[in-house]
């Protein structure tokens, strides 16, 4: 699987972005797909994930109620609407693939052990 990232920018606090991310290769529904995201000198941590068969998402609690994670099969994209975005926000966000993961099997993942990964799109929070 192959995932192509894009999205990212520089907004200010409060601001939006949407985070994109299309899949190619192997069946798009056999996987669980996630957003990750890395600051400066911090590990990878679990930002969103969503289930490609039923839709059931997860959300890392600092984004809970801002960031919504939905998918498209047909275009095999699976896109970040982020809201409300704070300083604290400020990272590169990786697009992942993780086979048969559900939505919370993801959101438990070691990030050792996911499947697939994006290449890195920067988000920068300003204040």
């Known amino acids: 699987v192959q995932l192509q990232a894009s999205g990212g920018g520089l907004v200010q606090a409060g601001g939006s972005l949407k985070l994109s991310c299309t899949a190619s290769?192997?069946?798009?529904?056999?996987?669980?797909m996630g957003w990750f995201r890395q600051a400066p000198g911090k590990e990878r941590e679990f930002v969103a994930s969503?289930?490609?068969?039923?839709?059931?998402?997860a959300y890392a609690a600092s984004v809970k109620g801002r960031f919504t994670i939905t998918r498209d099969n047909a275009k095999r994209t699976v896109y970040l609407q982020m809201n409300g975005l704070k300083t604290e926000d400020t990272a590169a966000y990786f697009c992942?693939?993780?086979?048969?993961?559900?939505?919370?099997?993801?959101?438990?993942?070691?990030?050792?052990?996911?499947?697939?990964w994006g290449q890195g799109t920067q988000v920068t929070v300003s204040s």
């Open positions: 992942a693939a993780d086979r048969w993961s559900t939505a919370q099997e993801m959101a438990r993942q070691l990030t050792s052990n996911i499947d697939y």
């Open positions: 969503i289930s490609i068969i039923d839709g059931t998402t």
């Open positions: 290769g192997r069946t798009f529904s056999d996987y669980g």
